[in-house]
């Protein structure tokens, strides 16, 4: 049984690091394998993106668009999902119906941010339905079912008339 100062990685599976600009014996003296001067022989030098004066590739590219760090990511359920999940059982239409809800019932996969409710398909069953957001074709459709939606996302302050 070997010792635990006696363990040793298996003869030939490691190499030795190589020491550069020890003298010309070494091979690997004087320019250190970086080739001669220059701004690439010098040491903390990142050129990433430089293409030797040509217009690098990032900046040819055309620019597309604007993505808000701070935007929020919704699950998005539609009235026929609702209607389908209700059918099949998986959700009591009696109860109040939130993110937790769906979630157990297999309606969404995460909660994300928040449930945005989408209007396509149509809604036979009356629900009280609690959402992040919802479109105004949902609204109308869940009001026109004899439901209750309650969304919980906060309203911008309207902008205030001038006098």
């Known amino acids: 049984m070997t010792k635990l100062n006696e363990l ?9 690091r190589m020491r550069v600009g020890r003298g010309p014996g070494s091979g690997k003296g004087k320019t ?13 030098v990142a050129v990433a993106g430089f293409e030797g ?7 040819r ?3 597309r668009g604007f993505k808000s760090r701070n935007r929020l990511d919704f699950a998005e359920v539609n009235l026929w999902r609702l ?31 928040g449930v945005r409710l989408l209007g396509k398909g149509e809604l036979k069953t009356k629900l009280d339905l609690t959402v ?13 079912a004899g439901g209750k939606l309650t969304v919980t996302k906060k309203e911008a302050p309207a902008a205030e008339a001038e006098a």
């Open 132 to 144: 992040h957001s919802a479109s105004a074709s949902a609204r109308e459709a869940v009001e026109k």
């Open 61 to 63: 590219m055309p620019k």
């Open 8 to 16: 040793a990685p298996r003869e030939g599976s490691t190499k030795g």
């Open 32 to 44: 250190a394998g970086r080739g001669v001067k220059g701004q690439k022989a010098r040491s903390g």
């Open 53 to 59: 004066g040509q217009m690098p590739l990032h900046m």
């Open 83 to 113: 209607e389908q999940a209700i059918a099949a059982g998986k959700l009591d239409a009696k109860k109040a119906i939130g993110a937790d809800e769906l979630l157990k019932a297999g309606v969404i996969r995460r909660a994300k941010d």
